[in-house]
């Protein structure tokens, strides 16, 4: 007897065919799945990069501001050698909170 012409069950034929349906929903669905998350990252990322600009932004403000007030009192300080010694008097700067959004 050969093996070719034993007679196989019908639902042997249903259940392969079924778990290549199956295998081949679930790669889709990986497929799909991965899509999401490299989404998800890359919204993260920008989201990161946005805060960094603000806090880079608030950062060279605040810099700039001190160089000012520092050139502002040398200025000050040149007049004042210079027998102008009113322009020493500097109001007291008050603490500014930074700003949020």
Same mark, same amino acid.
């Given at each position: 007897?050969?093996? *070719? %012409? %034993?007679?196989?069950?019908?639902?042997?034929?249903? &259940?392969?065919? =079924? =778990?290549?349906?199956? *295998?081949?929903?679930?790669?889709? *669905?990986? +497929?799909?799945?991965?899509? +999401?998350? =490299?989404?998800?990252?890359?919204?993260? @990322?920008?989201?990161? %990069?946005?805060?960094? $600009? $603000?806090? *880079?932004?608030?950062?060279? /403000? @605040?810099? $700039?501001?001190? %160089? #000012?007030?520092?050139?502002?009192?040398?200025?000050? &300080?040149?007049?004042? /050698?210079? /027998?102008?010694?009113?322009? &020493?008097?500097?109001?007291? #700067?008050?603490?500014?909170?930074? #700003?949020? #959004?």
């Amino acid at each position: 007897m050969n093996v *070719a %012409d %034993d007679k196989k069950e019908p639902w042997l034929n249903l &259940l392969a065919l =079924t =778990t290549v349906i199956l *295998a081949v929903c679930a790669t889709l *669905a990986t +497929f799909k799945g991965g899509g +999401f998350s =490299t989404r998800s990252v890359l919204r993260q @990322n920008q989201a990161s %990069d946005q805060w960094a $600009y $603000y806090e *880079a932004k608030s950062i060279k /403000g @605040n810099l $700039y501001e001190m %160089d #000012r007030e520092h050139l502002v009192r040398e200025v000050k &300080l040149l007049e004042a /050698g210079k /027998g102008n010694s009113a322009a &020493l008097e500097m109001p007291a #700067r008050p603490w500014k909170t930074p #700003r949020r #959004r």
